[in-house]
């Protein structure tokens, strides 16, 4: 391989999931830091896009959304690849796919987990890691493993994961400005809920639970309550605000994720199942209490500090179904009054601030 100053052009397989791809942010502020004077190119989906709009540590991004006819899309990305003249590929996606385009891109070195068969396609192969840990040091295995193939060594695990995801200040006001059309008016708390969760029924706290926890922020702490999630979950923030005895700002739906982010950067709190969202707000350095009920935090929840797991798991948590064939136990044991409390803990401390 190239030493790392000849290293000119390096192209990254994104994860395509919101969460994961937050999750990605310390292995690529890692590899920013590796190959300071390289180009990067992040490779991601056009969902995803959005959470990287003022990312500092990448240099340009490539979308690749498939069509309906996969090799029509396959074949433009090598092309697009092989234009570009990539020196080294870091595949953080598992899939056989990205590994395939690498390869027929002819992108001299290709690294990355050998998963879904995909082995014979690298010239790097990173050991699978053995022990459970947080899916944030999964990403920044790759980067280590590639630091160790161009210098011998890695310095990764001696630095801290830096999760922070920048948002122009530019982009803060068009959000601000947005719910202050709204209703929201300046300086007011903003407590933000997620009702949703796009590929789980099981993961969704009940409607009702999140409305009466929204009207008991509204009435008790004077705060704004705004719904947000992604266009396939508007339903479920329709069905919160018209039980709801209050009226919340309801963003679901109304946003891109470039601007759902530039909310997010606004709140005071989020408050949410384990979703997208959750793991952005903690990006963002904004306090969460994520409901966690089929789905297992150890290696998931949002990272960092500020992000406060709730959760009650009965023995057959946490069993990672979509939908629950039972009574939901996991989530009903969660009640408005715990989170309400929860939630004045976590914004009296930022008031002491």
């Known amino acids: 391989m190239k030493p790392a100053s000849e290293l000119k052009r390096i192209v990254v397989r994104g994860t395509n999931w919101v969460g994961d791809a937050i999750m990605t942010i310390p292995a690529l502020r890692e590899l920013r830091r590796i190959v300071p004077d390289a180009h990067i190119t992040l490779v991601t989906r056009s969902w995803t896009q959005g959470?990287?709009?003022?990312?500092?540590?990448?240099?340009?991004?490539?979308?690749?959304?498939?069509?309906?006819?996969?090799?029509?899309?396959?074949?433009?990305?090598?092309?697009?690849?092989?234009?570009?003249?990539?020196?080294?590929?870091?595949?953080?996606?598992?899939?056989?796919?990205?590994?395939?385009?690498?390869?027929?891109?002819?992108?001299?070195?290709?690294?990355?987990?050998?998963?879904?068969?995909?082995?014979?396609?690298?010239?790097?192969?990173?050991?699978?890691?053995?022990?459970?840990?947080?899916?944030?040091?999964?990403?920044?295995?790759?980067?280590?493993?590639?630091?160790?193939?161009?210098?011998?060594?890695?310095?990764?695990?001696?630095?801290?994961p830096r999760m922070e995801l920048p948002v122009s200040a530019e982009r803060l006001g068009e959000a601000a400005s947005v719910m202050s059309s709204q209703g929201v008016?300046?300086?007011?708390?903003?407590?933000?809920?997620?009702?949703?969760?796009?590929?789980?029924?099981?993961?969704?706290?009940?409607?009702?639970?999140?409305?009466?926890?929204?009207?008991?922020?509204?009435?008790?702490?004077?705060?704004?309550?705004?719904?947000?999630?992604?266009?396939?979950?508007?339903?479920i923030s329709q069905e919160v605000a018209a039980i709801m005895r209050h009226k919340p700002v309801v963003l679901t739906g109304a946003t891109n994720l470039a601007q759902a982010v530039a909310v997010l950067g606004n709140i005071d709190l989020l408050v949410t199942n384990d979703t997208g969202p959750a793991h952005i707000a903690a990006a963002?350095?904004?306090?969460?209490?994520?409901?966690?009920?089929?789905?297992?935090?150890?290696?998931?929840?949002?990272?960092?500090?500020?992000?406060?797991?709730?959760?009650?798991?009965?023995?057959?948590?946490?069993?990672?179904?979509?939908?629950?064939?039972?009574?939901?136990?996991?989530m009903t044991a969660i009640s408005p009054d715990e989170i309400f409390d929860q939630a004045m803990k976590v914004l009296s401390k930022r008031d002491e601030k």
């Open 185 to 235: 008016a300046e300086g007011q708390r903003i407590v933000a809920l997620c009702p949703g969760s796009t590929n789980s029924r099981a993961k969704r706290w009940p409607v009702g639970r999140f409305a009466a926890l929204g009207d008991r922020l509204i009435a008790e702490m004077g705060a704004a309550v705004v719904l947000v999630g992604a266009a396939d979950e508007l339903p």
């Open 51 to 160: 959470i990287f709009a003022d990312a500092d540590f990448l240099d340009d991004i490539l979308v690749y959304d498939r069509e309906r006819r996969f090799l029509v899309s396959t074949r433009q990305q090598i092309a697009e690849w092989k234009r570009r003249k990539f020196d080294a590929a870091i595949l953080l996606q598992n899939a056989f796919e990205a590994a395939i385009i690498a390869r027929l891109a002819k992108v001299p070195v290709r690294v990355g987990y050998p998963t879904d068969g995909r082995g014979f396609l690298l010239t790097e192969k990173v050991p699978l890691p053995t022990e459970a840990k947080h899916e944030v040091y999964y990403y920044l295995n790759i980067v280590a493993e590639f630091e160790r193939i161009l210098r011998g060594s890695s310095s990764v695990d001696d630095h801290p």
């Open 284 to 330: 963002l350095g904004r306090p969460v209490l994520v409901i966690f009920g089929p789905t297992d935090p150890t290696t998931t929840r949002p990272f960092g500090d500020l992000a406060v797991v709730i959760r009650h798991p009965p023995d057959c948590a946490p069993c990672m179904l979509r939908d629950c064939p039972i009574d939901h136990r996991c």
